[in-house]
């Protein structure tokens, strides 16, 4: 594969990826969708078939990694660092263009949702502490997780612990993929199995932190947000930004790690 | 494949895809049907396995295009025009013929849904506007709704947008397809792998105006929603017919330029 | 295949398959069952991964009919007629040993369900006309619902089209199965892909009749409900009995005779 | 394969199964969970993807068996017993460390959960009968069931009875798959078989003991609970352990016996 291949299979790969990803969000999430609370089934079944799209598409150009954890993780098993800026520039710029595809898809419905009198307040509100919070759970809150994700519980350790767990189950996954279809590459079978392997880690592991496992799929989304024109949108929490970054990080490394004593 | 096959196999495949896709809406919204109320989950698994089974059965005929959009990305990205009138006369004589499938399929069920006094009115009712307004919602609103699509916000330009963007990622995906299975044709995998996009695709961008991504799906049903004889069935809302015809058009023709340029 | 294989292979195949879509109605409906109220989507998809084991189970022995429609219509389809009896024996032998499986794995729950003074009225409850409409409702109706369909609107040219419909859905895909995979036998992905079609019939088309789309499915089961010991059962409603027999019959015979002059 | 390929293949698989099969259900049921409350079908699904991811990872080392009664099924088709303890010394000990991982990862939801006024009662609550059959039902009676299954109705001989059910299926499905492989091995189709028979298994037989079907599943994840530092756990109902671990290997045998006789 050459460079440009890789470049811009990851680039549109990624971008599906997000937009079908952040969609099925902003889908359940946003007023004046049909598909508004859905509910957890439909928001891991909806990753996951962004997960299988993206690599059905992806998968001829670049081998679809879409996923920078996953890149980590095959640079450690094939000891090949040569590809991976490559990937990992055209994963965060896949992200951003994605996000930015989920903003004009529900283009409608950001605009009802962020400036509804109901969710947010009006403009006669009392803006006490008590009004805020309220506006924070059912305006700007859910919009940014429409983009990014944030735990339930905010504690540094914890959420680190569960995004290198679900990831490194994803990257073990991936790593074994190879042993599983006989060298045949990704394929359609190979492409719908990691994407129920994350259907299976949404359900499973999303419980604490909404589950970014992939730091493009967390950070370019964030970034968008804060560039977005979105009225009332409310800060994009950079004091968590760090923790789906470096968390996948770690649990692909770990994952790579075990798969060569293990596995090769 | 002969012009008689592909016009009897786009026949068959388009009125199995909405007998099953315009089936699980009406056994969702309709009274009386033991879904009633089974979800938006249902709704998109409906459709997926819609089209699962309408591929299944038409794609040794045809090829099982049963998608306008889909016909004109691949004569784009073939290059080939010669048999787009043929399978564009099929898919819109089967979306006719499955969507009368369905109202025989369910006929008790329209019948008691729109002649239900609690859901369109009693004969006594006043007809006062918000008495009509109500009915539209809960009686012939839902009844347009197994056959044709309609936004949550009515807005062309975002509206089109939508069906844009949906469309692309789905005819996109059908191209690539080719790029996955080693030329073997399309085939039970293929056929999984296009209905679990078309899932996706519904749970991620079905929020805004149902997703059409197909102009047969939308037009030829509603062509059938004005011929039927169907009591209190209100109007078949032809001022946004035209929206999932070109919306869905242009995006295969992005998807297919994209295509010739990046994978081709 | 021998007729004893065959005999063997629908015998178990059909009793696994009703041992789990028998099951996944008493999941559903019964009292102290941890899946109550799990709702439409778990009904069809359980009925759909029951096809799917059943299919893996019986195939290598008999070829996985399962359902003397489908029997019928590859008979049709073939010409062939001397294996019909072995199959419908085996179909209907099986669906009773399934009913009565499911009667054993649920024991406590059919007991509890139809004893609860909540559920069918307590021993001095007034045997009002109204009385026992609510207990028909809430107590013996499910547990029948467990074992047979039944329409939610009773008429039966209605729900003799309805079945004709659906089982000429499952009929055609199981036909043109064999054009799908070069002759490989059902194997894994043919039954997975049959499993798959079940589910979008059951979400599509099951709303007013339950889809039963297999006599042995309903036959069977009906004649185990009227033979169980169970307390308060009610009657096993043998006016609407031959509906779903005669309607899967003819709903397969239309499919294989469109299979010999379209597909064929 | 190696004895120590045995080894390692088992405890890193069935660590995965429980991670992720102990994780969907701490996900549904604990408090400060973005999956709370997601339901029957979620539960069932996130096992049936727990199953496909270890199975995927560990296919590969041990072919996969992650079930005490899988093994013996095969040992018994087979009449080979050599490998038995090494398989069963694996996944007893994937299954304890899956379900620490589970409590890692869910680690504040655990304790968020059984420290939680309005579920556990407070500090100075009247420990009444009522008052802690009330904690029971939403505090600890949850939090064990995230790692050991227990029954509805409590009742030795029928939850028995439902265990050996559900595993004949399960078993018998899997001495079968070598039938529907053409001797292949277990693979992606295979894994994804076995995994969606699982779900089915869930779905139509796990109402009545939430179906443990699998030794070490249940055993392992006990021991854990009784050994870890939980807060307000209550007891780890030994008293029932014995159940999920005597059913599935009756069930088990059974199936291997109906194999030998009517397909070997």
Redesign the interface.
Known sequence: MSSSDIF?GET?GTA?LI???G??V??VV?K?????N?????I???W???V??AV??S???SGAHLNPAVTLGIAIKDSDWSNLPVYWGGQLLGAMIGAT?VW??????FH?HLTDKEIVGGPDAETTQAKAVEAQEKGAGPVLGVFSTGP??R?AV?NL??EI??TF?LV??VL??G????GNGL???????V???V???G??????T?YAINPARDLGPRIVHALLPLPNKGGSDWSYAWVPVVGPLIGAAIAAG?YNV??A
């Open positions: 811009i549109i599906i937009l079908l990803g969609g099925v902003a889908a946003l004046a969708s049909k598909a508004r859905a509910g957890w089934l439909a891991t079944f909806g996951g078939f962004a299988l799209t059905y598409i998968a001829p150009l595809l004009l898809a529900y283009y409608g419905q009802a339930e519980i504690n914890m612990t569960t767990i679900g189950v073990l996954a074994t993929q042993l599983n279809d006989n394929g359609a079978v190979g492409g719908l199995m994407a129920l392997v259907v299976g880690i359900l499973s592991l999303g419980g604490p909404g075990i293990a596995f």
